[in-house]
């Protein structure tokens, strides 16, 4: 097979799935939407639906590949700061459960797509809690300074002129605070800002009939193995015994990462191995086109040489794009490479394939499952 590729383990992410249904079980009350940025392969997505998962988006192609590969409109959410009117028009048709709308300009052309199309909308509110993730700047989403939602002071007007349009049904809050957060200590302080919020808005008359607690759960990068599944338990269990739900109240959760991050790997070739005076390099054929996160994150994704036993070495493991930053692992302990070995890129099922470019006028990498 051609190298770069991808390879999904079906049976890792089914182990997963079965984490999520274990903990959902028993709360028919409880919506769990797959957050489809994280990885959009029909493969995976099959199995996704299969186990019963909705979908979370974040723009109308996701909407579009959602509804492809046979998710019911009525499982789909739709977030993101800059949803364009086409993207409104198309979810409105299709009927999806709820926009997570991010602020007072964008409800109005809601209103307004409303209105046009003869048609009314779902909304939640996207609040931004002003809680830190303490995850990677890049990733962190629920901070005053991050572009994300509507502040908590601003937000009475807006829910009140939501109610009072009747292109709306308002439907609650959403949230979402970051990414590859493993600490739970943000998510206990995310129930405690909704519960407050909550008793708030009851103050005020404000019926909430559903909260969003986004996504973010973190995953184990240096021990995929030891750890294949996320701590899906400890998580749920933070929102069980953490937020005050009234009766009837719906919750919804939106894991991407934590669902399909250890089922892939991406598969590359060692092209060279050059000798610098103070560096070895292993040079393989895969780059920053095909996983991005080592450069935009300064992430770290565990390098498994799968064909030498040799003895270990220390290399510098880079990929053949033209830019500085094409770099997978710096003083990487590996067994002795060779021209041909194949090097496994663990925990890559999540932004990863989602994420690779043409940059170079490089071909998109195919996927196979296992
Ligand atoms: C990206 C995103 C998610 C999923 O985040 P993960 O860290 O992959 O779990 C959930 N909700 C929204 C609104 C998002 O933008």
Not at 101 to 112: C, R, T
Not at 301 to 310: A, D, F, P, Q, R
Request: charged residues 20%; aromatic residues 8%.
């Amino acid at each position: 097979m051609r190298t770069p590729y991808y390879q999904y383990d079906l049976g890792i992410l089914e182990e997963t799935l079965k984490a999520i249904r274990r903990n959902t079980a028993g709360h028919p009350d409880w919506h769990v939407h797959y957050a489809i940025k994280a990885n959009a392969n029909p493969l995976l997505l099959k199995l996704i639906n299969e186990y019963g998962l909705g979908i979370d988006c974040v723009s109308g192609g996701e909407i579009q590949t959602a509804l492809d590969n046979g998710f019911p409109a009525s499982s789909i959410v739709f977030a993101g700061v800059g949803k364009a009117d086409w993207e409104i028009d198309m979810a409105l048709k299709a009927g999806i459960l709820c926009f997570n709308v991010e602020s007072e300009a964008e409800m109005d052309v809601i209103a307004e797509r409303c209105s046009a199309l003869g048609t009314t909308a779902h909304i939640a509110l996207r609040v931004n809690p002003d809680v830190d993730a303490h995850t990677h700047a890049n990733i962190t989403t629920g901070k005053a300074e991050n572009k994300f939602g509507i502040e908590i002071p601003m937000l009475m007007p807006i829910i009140r002129k939501a109610r009072q349009n009747p292109c709306f049904r308002f439907e609650g809050l959403h949230f979402h605070i970051g990414s590859q957060i493993l600490d739970m200590e943000p998510y206990r302080l995310l129930c405690r800002k909704v519960n407050e919020l909550q008793d708030q808005l009851e103050e005020e008359g404000v019926k909430i009939n559903s909260i969003n607690v986004g996504g973010g759960l973190g995953i184990d990068y240096e021990n995929p193995e030891d750890n294949p599944v996320p701590d899906f338990d400890g998580w749920f269990n933070i929102f069980r015994d953490g937020l005050r739900l009234r009766p009837g109240q719906q919750l919804h959760f939106e894991p991407g990462r934590a669902v399909v991050a250890q089922c892939g790997r991406l598969i590359t070739k060692v092209l060279y191995v050059k000798q610098g005076t103070i560096k070895k390099f292993a040079i393989v054929d895969a780059g920053f086109t095909e996983l991005i996160r080592p450069a935009l994150y300064g992430a770290h994704h565990k390098i498994v040489n799968l064909t030498s036993n040799g003895p270990l070495m220390k290399y510098d493991v880079v990929g053949p794009i033209c830019e500085s930053s094409d770099i997978f692992g710096k003083d990487e302990l590996l067994p002795e490479v060779h021209r041909g070995d194949l090097i496994a890129l663990m925990s890559a099922g999540a932004y990863g394939e989602t994420m690779s470019s043409c940059y170079n006028c490089r071909p998109l990498p195919p996927a196979v499952t296992l």
